[in-house]
Structures are given as structure tokens and as C-alpha cells.
């Protein structure tokens, strides 16, 4: 008995839909701004993407041209940092200001510039190192996926991905209001990513990022309340005189 042969202008919608389905994780794009620094210059091609981070993360990350290596988005990545260490420097700062004017507080200038000093360089080594755990507690829950290829992204995809949804760290210059925004828009842009370059399904995309941000969000306030009182006990940059109250005559 011979087998029947498809004719080759027949599509079977079963086969082309199966086709269609196909998600390459490792596609190369057309190359981010940042990739592209050395003709639009770091400075340029840094707050370029920023600002594609902002707009339109999921294009974004589509155009990222070297996928496979992680020293374009981890340079990125040290910029991002950097960031969230001047607004350390300036929140400080403006704490500084109001506990000055209290006529019960006495601030070492010198006590407060070390304190200042050593809060900035937590505060980028801090976002560094939350970046990396964000990274390994999302990448085994994505693991548990059982849809398409998801359970096989390449740890150098989530941190390449991941790295460029930071963009709005921007904001954290802002004073008081500029963190939380900062933090509410890059848990937008984690899941724009997970959803649209990571093709993950919406509800794993949500519960995911959620996951692994409050861990890694409930960690880093431990650490920063646990170092700030450290850091206080140890330099005191500001000590505090008692109220006298007055005598009885």
C-alpha cells in the first residue's frame, strides 16, 4: 500500500498553527541604544534606554542584539545601580536638613558624611545584589511552568531581560515619592517582560514577579533597617539632647 503524499501548496492548519506556535528565547534583535553606545555615546545611549524602558520595555527587550552574553545589560545594570546610590546620597541629604532644624538634635557633619558615604555604596551594591537574587528565585519559579519552553529560558536571558525592565530606577532621584514609583513601574515592566519576551502566560507572568519581588523587597528592607541601626549605634551622626522641663519655683 503506498502512502499519500501532501501536495506541497496544501497547508494543514493543525502543522501551521504548530509552526506559529514556535517562541525562540535566543532571537537576536536589532540592538538596544545601549548596544549601540559607541555611536551614540554612553551617556546618550544610557538614558535612551532608560527611556525605552519607560515607553516600551517589551520593543525594547525584543531588540536585544547579543542575547547570549550578559556584558552589555550587566553595564547597564552598574549604571542602574549608581542610580539608586545618589538617591541615597539625596535622601540623606535632605533628612539631614529637617533633623538640623530641631533644636534638640545635634548632627557630626563629618559622623554624617561617612554615614552618607557607606549608605550609597549599600545602596548600589544593595540593588546589585537584589538583582541577582530577583533573578535566581524567579528563574526556578518560571522553572515550574509547564507551558511551551518556558521551563528552559537560559538564566542569561532572564538577567539580560530582566536588567533593561530597571529603567524606571530614574525616578528614585525624585525625593520621598521617587522609590515607590520607582519600584511600582519596574514590577509593570517585569511582567510586560515575562508576558511579551519571555512568553509567559499573564497569570504565571503576575505571580511570579510578585513572588520573587516581595521576597527580594522584604529582604533588602530587613537588611537596610538591620544596617541602619548598626551604622547609627556605631558612628552616631546625630545624637539627640533631653527636653529640660522646667523647675518649680
Not at 547570549?68 to 539631614?96: N, P, Q, R
Not at 544596617?227 to 546625630?238: F, R
Request: with cysteine.
Amino acid at each position: 500500500m503506498s502512502r499519500i503524499r501532501t501536495p506541497d501548496n496544501i497547508e494543514i492548519a493543525a502543522m501551521k498553527k504548530k509552526a506559529e506556535g514556535f517562541f525562540d528565547v535566543m532571537a537576536a534583535g536589532s540592538g538596544t541604544p545601549w548596544e549601540d553606545r559607541g555611536t551614540n555615546g554612553v551617556v546618550g545611549a544610557f538614558f535612551k534606554t532608560i527611556t525605552q524602558s519607560i515607553t516600551g520595555v517589551g520593543k525594547l527587550t525584543d531588540s536585544i542584539r547579543r542575547p547570549e552574553t550578559t556584558g552589555d545589560a550587566t553595564g547597564f545594570l552598574i549604571g542602574i545601580c549608581v542610580i539608586w546610590a545618589i538617591s541615597a546620597i539625596e535622601h540623606a541629604m535632605i533628612h539631614k536638613h529637617f533633623v538640623a532644624a530641631n533644636p534638640l538634635a545635634y548632627v557630626d557633619s563629618q559622623s554624617y558624611s561617612i554615614a552618607t558615604g557607606i549608605g550609597a555604596i549599600a545602596a548600589g551594591a544593595g540593588c546589585f545584589l537584589l538583582f541577582k537574587l530577583y533573578n535566581s528565585i524567579y528563574g526556578k519559579l518560571i522553572a515550574q511552568e509547564k507551558t511551551g519552553y518556558s521551563a528552559s529560558v537560559p538564566a542569561v536571558v532572564l538577567h539580560n531581560v530582566n536588567a533593561y525592565a530597571l529603567g524606571p530606577s530614574i525616578f528614585a532621584i525624585i525625593p520621598y515619592a521617587g522609590p515607590p514609583l520607582a519600584i511600582l513601574l519596574i514590577f509593570i515592566n517585569l511582567i510586560t517582560v515575562g508576558k511579551k519576551r519571555l512568553n509567559l502566560r499573564l497569570t504565571a507572568a503576575i505571580i511570579d514577579a510578585v513572588i520573587a519581588l516581595l521576597a527580594v523587597l522584604a529582604l533588602g528592607f530587613a537588611v537596610y533597617w538591620v544596617g541602619s541601626l548598626i551604622l547609627s549605634n556605631a558612628i552616631e551622626p546625630v545624637t539627640y539632647m533631653e527636653k529640660k522641663t522646667p523647675t518649680a519655683q
